[in-house]
């Protein structure tokens, strides 16, 4: 995972972000992967660091990003 030691979340902001893990997560064909889980969370870790709070912004970037990713292998 990526360097995210310096970052702080609040409580709630941490709950935003979990459900925008679990919504993403369940959004994708089963097994998911550990690799694809952690390509979600660290893009969710990385707009909520930036700023972003609305979990549904939140889910869709993870999702755009993984796919972003998946396409270029």
């Not at 702080?8 to 993403?24: G, H, K, N, V, Y």
């Amino acid at each position: 995972m990526k360097d995210f030691s310096n970052a702080s979340f609040s409580p709630d902001l941490i709950r935003t972000m979990d459900e925008a893990l679990q919504r993403a997560v369940a959004t994708l064909p089963e097994p998911v992967s550990s690799m694809r889980v952690q390509t979600i969370a660290e893009s969710i870790l990385r707009c909520a660091r930036d700023g972003e709070r609305d979990p549904r912004a939140l889910q869709t970037m993870a999702l755009v990003e993984m796919q972003i990713r998946s396409d270029e292998k």
